[in-house]
């Protein structure tokens, strides 16, 4: 094994894991709600990237929102709640 590989292999170690903010569907919120809410939340979301999400889990029954740190993924997750939609994370394969 060359210095090279085992340097490049404890660098990726020290990344941070990123996790996966879903939101998953819901009968409950019009889609311009979901639409405002996800922009709110997450600020550099685009609104047609808002509503690919929103048309995503409506359709699908889930979508992703973003994938970032644990603490912006529970803050993110958190605040969709808040706000009536329902969110959960996991971890990124």
Known sequence: MSVETIEKRSTSRKLAPRYRVLLHNDDYNSMEYVVQVLMTTVPSL??????SIMMEAHSNGLALVI????????FYCETLKNHGLTSTIEPEE
């Not at 685009?46 to 509503?51: G, L, S």
């Not at 994938?67 to 529970?74: D, G, K, M, S």
């Open 46 to 51: 685009t609104q047609p990237q808002a509503v």
């Open 67 to 74: 994938t970032c740190a644990l603490e912006h993924a529970e």
